[in-house]
């Protein structure tokens, strides 16, 4: 999927949700803001720059922040990764849909490029298929991981459920 896609299949399902709750879009990225105080709360995705992958696929991550303006990127007083305002419930939720999401990846051929560069790269491209068993903590930097565009809504309908407590936690950086 190129990200043009992804973006896109994340507005059609995210921006009714976002804007029940009194957003409007930003100005960069895929965003949303509202004010929040004297402040504005933004949210935004962003797919990862290291591209796509016939096989691995690629990923996206979700952020917020509380800044002066309605901009990815002003100014921020708080800015975190949605993944660090989530509850131990929540992050299991996430690592679940994360290894279906793995599991349902078709692994390269035994001449796909990637796997003949070196040990290293190939080891570290491999891991891309190998199930998350530990549980994630509040420090880890998760990015989602998609293949198809089922997968890109699945990852919707859970930022959906979990945007209330995000929203909870901005609240608290006022």
Known sequence: MKSAEVYRTLKI???????????????????WARK???????VWCQVSQ?????????????????????????SAVHRQRFVKMLN????????????????????PPANYPLLHVSEAVR?????????????????DDVWLRYRSQEHVCAWAQFIIRILPSCFRCAQAWE
């Open 50 to 74: 290291s591209g796509w992958d016939a096989y691995a696929g690629s990923k996206f991550t979700v952020e917020f922040q509380l800044s002066d303006g309605p901009v990815v990127g002003a």
């Open 13 to 31: 399902i995210l921006a009714p949700e976002l804007k029940a709750a009194g957003f409007s879009r930003a100005k960069g990225l895929l965003s």
């Open 123 to 139: 080891n570290y491209y491999l891991k891309d298929f190998e199930r998350i068993e530990e549980p994630y903590g509040e420090r």
């Open 36 to 42: 929040q105080g004297e402040r504005y709360l933004v």
């Open 88 to 107: 131990e419930v929540e992050r299991d939720e996430l690592r679940s849909i994360q290894n279906d999401v793995i599991a349902s990846l078709e692994r």
